[in-house]
């Protein structure tokens, strides 16, 4: 068990990974999601939390690389555990792929870049720059030699890996490539498949970027795969009505299959090209029969959509990540859930170590501060008593709402201090989570409070322009 947290204050911010007792921090000085009230960050107990999550299997299985909001993240396939944390966009990571060899990742994001990831050390290689909006789809040629890349900007390019110069832009598309996955090469590496918005796939030359079909849909192209002999395609769409999963003949564009699936966010074929996953607006993926459209089985467990799905190498296991911030894991055959990788709570505004490093003080946008166990990740004391203030939109929102902004604890960890969007700072007993004193004065929301060093003291900063002892 183990607790990864996030914060930032004025664009400066670090990581916490906090692994049995393990103490992990990593700078992310270029780090940026979006503050709000210039503070911002998540809690996380299991793996990884992001608003919007894509999730991959290593090309032998052992691993599961995750990515969203903060960044891309290493996990151990079997045991869950952390391994290295990717963090170095400037946005949101939309996109992930690993090389075939497994040594590198790649990743696409919203700061209009893709970066090259050495996956064993962590360390980022290079970056893709030359796209004029977000990388939200991103894929390796077969041979590791090229990366392809999908844009809001209406194009894919196509780069070379080592040196990282643009070698072509496919330009055809009217619309955003806005999906992960909506970009990929063909087994042999000759064809690049890319999907849109436009209700279009294409399949182009790699070599000469020459379009060479159009496969039209009537609602937008989410996600295109190859099927493992090059012959087929599968697509999956979502919205105007064409909420389905279609196949298609590569050779001559014509569809083959189409599966009622739904709206679909994202498919793929198995290893061995016998049946197709999907995943969708339902909240399920589902498990299709390639040759007879039938579905085989339906996965059921995540809160929102699921907007990534793809088979472990050996096809047994299935991994899903959706927009409720989980990645799970499935026995294929039987759908049952062998690891629920995530679990998600409150965004976090502010969170410090206690001075023995033990424990760990988070404060939230729900208006609450938890005190935390570093050695198993359980939670100790909940610290309730700061107003609730309703957001722009009415309501004490996750995204919206600032709640409590800073946290401290006193030198000898006996006293916990909390600074709040209410105006007010709290002190509070953290052996038995009551309230001691509360200090009033400020005319705005707190943005910082801080202890003295001999804990007699305590200083406040706030949004009214004014510190306060």
Known sequence: MYISMRFQRFGIGIVVLLMLGAVLIVPSWAQMTYPLHGLSGEIILGIGAHDMLVAAYSPDGQYVATAGRIGAFLWDAQSGALIRVFMGHAYSVRDLAFS?????????????????????TGQEIRTFAGHESWVHSVAFSP??????????????????????MEIRTFVGHTDWIAHASAVAFSPDGRWVLTGSSDSTARLWDAETGEQLRIFKGFGEVDSVAFSPDGKQIVTAHSGAGDNVVRIWDVETGAVIRVLQSGASLTAVFSPDGKRILSGGKDNTAKLWDANTGESIQT????????????FSPDGNHILT???DSTVKIWDTQTGAVISDLCHYTWPIRGAVFSPDGKR???????FLARLWDVENGSELKLFEGHTQLASMFGEVSQLFSAG??????SPDGRRALTGCEDKAAKLW????????????????????????????????GSQDRSARL
């Open 404 to 409: 409590i902004t800073s946290v401290a604890l």
């Open 321 to 323: 990540g959706s927009f």
């Open 360 to 366: 760990v003080l988070t404060g939230h946008t729900d």
């Open 100 to 120: 075939p060899d497994g040594h590198l990742l790649l990743t696409g994001s919203d700061d209009c870049t893709a970066k090259l990831w050495d996956a064993e």
């Open 299 to 310: 996965y059921s467990g995540h809160l929102y959509w699921v907007y990534s799905a793809a």
């Open 143 to 164: 041979d590791d030699k090229r990366i392809l890349t999908g844009s809001g900007d209406h194009t894919a390019k196509l780069w070379d890996t080592e040196t990282g």
């Open 429 to 460: 007993d953290t052996e038995t989570g009551t309230l001691i004193r509360t200090f009033q004065g400020h005319t705005k929301g707190l943005l910082s409070v801080a202890f003295s060093p001999d804990g007699r003291r305590v200083l406040t």
